[in-house]
């Protein structure tokens, strides 16, 4: 157990429980991981110039617990965000922080996610110290409660506004790994997203051969909840003590029957996924929210694209094929519909098939340059 307190203390020690823009600039060169000193402002800020988030097209609100919220059991508060005349019914995502922090340290995520149309809801442990990865995972099921019954609430903003069958977990840091444990749990759930997840498992059972019975297996993430995890390259470093127990580890210990991505950010440190900075990162959460909350499959390909700061991007993701380019309607989109395009506009025979795919009312060489584009792709 000892073991167990030390390894987290040091996730602690380097979490930043404050914003950069309230540091002095001494503070702000202490806190160097995660902030730097703007000399035109002269203000501390954020590394990467702070407010570089893209915030989506709604305004947000917000309520907390003491406007009316049920009081979870499980938890001891929380705060719900949600976007202005969004289209609805709203899907809901849940916030966990890392190790001794509380919902507001989510708040940039539940704003960013709000401002796109999702309900996001930040959660305050009853014990942020000293919970177990199974007790935070019960907390944000219990979370899930709450939010469900301002569905029905009568004071409550988001009265009748809200899809109560579409939630998801993100989580960083300890909440990281928290979401994987939460999946194992409640297989309803529609998505999972680790932010520099660390995680600690004691099976005794099954990590005999560990010290203090601390290991992961994949019998510990055995879930089918599609799951994004979100890491750093050399986190590694700064935690060697959770070697075998970070991102790249969870990853390989969910099955691969599971819909999972790891997007390995090159250089990047624990902190790398902590804030929702302008970039990949912003892309990616959003675009696995729009996809499996909301089966925007539009988003699926652009999923795929491997991130420029990337070190590793693994998936087991796969987009369902385009039967808009299934030109002989076998079901399947290959070489044979290559050549009954070229047939088909070599013998002027267009009229009553599929084959104007750029939709500019004429099949010419053009709709064949474009399927040979994707059957090469």
Known sequence: MKKIIFIISLIYVGQLNAECSDL????????GEYCEWNEDTDQCQEIGGGGDVVYGPYDVF????????????????????YPDSAETPLTSVILGPGWGGDGASMSDWAYFFASYGFIATTIDYNDPINESHQQRAEAMLDLIITVKLENSRADSPVLGLIDTNKFALAGYSISGGVTQIAATMDSTLDAVIALNPTIIIEDCEGCSNFEYCI???PDHLDHTVPTLI?????????LPDYDGLLGGDQYDNTPETTIKMLYEI????HSSAVLPFVGFIQGKTLEWLKYHLLGDA???NSLLEVPDDASQFLTTLECAISLDFDINGD??????????????VIN????????DLNDDDISNIFDILILSDYLNG
């Open 348 to 355: 002027g025979n267009t009229m009553d098939d599929n084959s």
């Open 24 to 31: 002095d600039s001494l503070e702000c060169v202490y806190w």
């Open 331 to 344: 079901g399947s989109v290959d070489s044979f519909d290559l050549v009954t395009l070229v047939s088909l």
């Open 215 to 217: 290991c992961l297996l």
């Open 298 to 300: 539009d988003v699926c």
């Open 230 to 238: 979100i890491a750093g390259e050399n986190e590694i470093d700064e």
């Open 266 to 269: 090159q250089d990047g440190g």
């Open 62 to 81: 917000s309520i907390s617990q003491s406007d009316g919220m049920r009081d979870g059991p499980l938890y001891l508060d929380a705060a719900l965000y």
